[in-house]
């Protein structure tokens, strides 16, 4: 999409996961804006205080989207988290449809399955266009602040 300020929506992003730290989950946001260039709907990760182990911040988006009534296919759509989107997350994006994916910081090799998001797309039919690293050294501070004060383990 021509004319978003990848930059800002990244810090939107972030200011996402860094809300979702102060509960106690793990950092990270995300949000879906439409081809008007519009934020239609954000979320964030909620593993901890949902309860959830799949309450990633990408899959809450979809929901939330698809609760406002922005439905795959979402033509024409960026998503934009803060991080690049695990294994389980990138296959929902694929699902969804949208035009784009905008991340900040880099995949991590302790992700479980350790597959990124170049390599789930790569078997995907129609995958969106990636536009990753926007931010990516303050994106990946910020995860590793909220891991180094992190006493649970490893976040994914």
């Known amino acids: 999409m021509i004319g978003i300020d990848r930059e800002a929506l990244v810090r939107e992003a972030m200011a996402l996961a860094a809300e979702a730290g102060l509960r106690g989950d793990p950092p990270f946001g995300a949000l879906l804006v439409d081809p008007s260039g519009a934020v239609v ?70 992700m479980d399955p350790d597959l990124g998001v170049a390599e789930v797309f790569a078997r995907a039919r129609r995958p969106p266009r990636v536009t990753p690293g926007v931010l990516a050294a303050e994106s990946a501070a910020q995860i590793e602040g909220f891991r180094g004060a992190e006493v649970r383990g490893p976040i994914d």
């Open 41 to 110: 709907a954000r979320a964030s990760n909620r593993q901890v205080s949902g309860g959830d182990p799949i309450a990633h911040s990408e899959l809450e988006l979809l929901r939330a989207a698809a609760q406002a009534g922005h439905r795959s296919p979402l033509d024409g759509y960026v998503i934009v988290v803060n991080a690049e989107p695990c294994s389980m997350c990138a296959s929902a994006i694929v699902k969804a449809a949208p035009a784009e994916l905008i991340y900040g910081a880099p995949h991590e090799p302790h």
